[in-house]
Nanobody, 130 residues
């Protein structure tokens, strides 16, 4: 089982990026997939979640700007990020685990115990700067 996150980079404020989370060894449409991010000196926080039945959830800080989507044929989950802000700068991770754990972590700025998560992809750096 493997999750591979990609698509990060350097973008100016107001710009866009699309992150991809390619899965192997399991079908993404059978599991909840979450995007998380961790900025230097901060706790890892949930950004968005898509459940096995296609429900989507977002942290308040990204609502209206980020969109999570799933392509079952490509076994990949995407995070379209628009209107990026400097405070979106972080390493972004995708992971699979209990949907309740992911949803509860959305926008959480405090420490969370993510030991219940099943698999994590390696992070991809997103830097928003002029």
């Amino acid at each position: 089982v493997q999750l591979q996150a990609s698509g990060g980079g350097l973008v100016q404020p107001g710009g866009s990026l699309r992150l991809s989370c390619a899965a192997s060894g399991f079908a993404v449409n059978y599991y909840a997939i979450g995007w998380f991010r961790q900025a230097p000196g901060k706790e890892r926080e949930g950004v968005s979640c898509i459940t096995s039945d296609g429900r989507t959830y977002y942290a308040d800080s990204v609502k209206g700007r980020f969109t999570i989507a799933r392509d079952n044929a490509k076994n990949t989950v995407y995070l379209q990020m628009n209107s990026l802000k400097p405070e979106d700068t972080a390493v972004y991770y995708c992971a699979t685990g209990p949907e309740g754990l992911i949803i509860d972590a959305l926008g959480a700025g405090d420490f969370r115990d993510y030991s219940g998560m099943e698999y994590w992809g390696k992070g991809t750096q997103v830097t928003v700067s002029s």
